[in-house]
T-cell receptor, first 114, second 116 residues
Framework: AQTVTQSQPEMSVQEAETVTLSCTYD???????LFWYKQPPSRQMILVIR??????QNATENRFSVNFQKAAKSFSLKISDSQLGDAAMYFC???????????FGTGTSLTVIP | NAGVTQTPKFQVLKTGQSMTLQCAQD?????MSWYRQDPGMGLRLIHY???????DQGEVPNGYNVSRSTTEDFPLRLLSAAPSQTSVYFC???????????????FGEGSWLTVV
């Protein structure tokens, strides 16, 4: 089974600053999808951003962008101009292009300091 | 736009009791799954299904049972509740097939279960 590792259990950032959350994964597959999910205190799971492994261009969604390094099996999330509403648990997830299971990391708890 | 609906949202059980967490989705997704979330453990897959009549075990299946009689519904049964099953449970669904371009996973709002 694929494994997803988030080595930062907790991170903090000053409001309006930039923070990067790390994620690495282990797979022998060449085609797959990677995701970042946000879980605020309400526990609702919200899709932040998605990256297809066959695309070299890094995905961007407004203030959120990724640094996808396929050879290094690394998928970090950069949050620019951090806002108080960004405070949440962030999960990195992997999905095979031909399989169905999603594999999640253990999460990074992000605190935004006013 | 109901998406994935889970019930109940909160439940307290006594050790040894059984119960069923209900999950329904209205997106015609083939893939449905149950996760449990515990502090420091992330989301762990309990059971999943890739279509009606097809189920399989995930990472932590012991003590849980599932069935998939329709595309829409995927209930999770706790056979004899134990305090170790105190957790937050999430049902999730997704479309399948290759290529799976863009088919992310959609979550229900979670079910808080306490076993005393």
């Amino acid at each position: 089974a694929q494994t997803v590792t988030q080595s930062q259990p907790e991170m903090s950032v000053q409001e309006a600053e930039t923070v990067t959350l790390s994620c690495t994964y282990d797979t022998s597959e060449s085609d797959y999808y990677l995701f970042w999910y946000k879980q605020p205190p309400s526990r609702q799971m919200i899709l932040v951003i998605r990256q297809e492994a066959y695309k070299q261009q890094n995905a961007t969604e407004n203030r959120f962008s990724v640094n996808f390094q396929k050879a290094a099996k690394s998928f970090s999330l950069k949050i620019s101009d951090s806002q108080l509403g960004d405070a949440a648990m962030y999960f990195c997830a992997y999905r095979s292009a031909v399989g169905n299971q999603f594999y999640f990391g253990t999460g990074t708890s992000l605190t935004v300091i006013p | 736009n109901a998406g994935v609906t889970q019930t109940p949202k909160f439940q307290v059980l006594k050790t040894g009791q059984s119960m069923t967490l209900q999950c329904a989705q209205d997106m015609n997704h083939e893939y449905m799954s149950w996760y449990r979330q515990d502090p420091g453990m992330g989301l762990r897959l309990i059971h999943y299904s890739v279509g009606a009549g097809i189920t399989d075990q995930g990472e932590v299946p012991n003590g849980y049972n599932v069935s998939r009689s329709t595309t829409e519904d995927f209930p999770l049964r706790l056979l004899s509740a134990a305090p170790s099953q105190t957790s937050v449970y999430f049902c999730a669904s997704s479309s399948t097939g290759y290529p799976v371009s863009g088919n992310t996973i959609y979550f229900g709002e979670g079910s808080w279960l306490t076993v005393v």
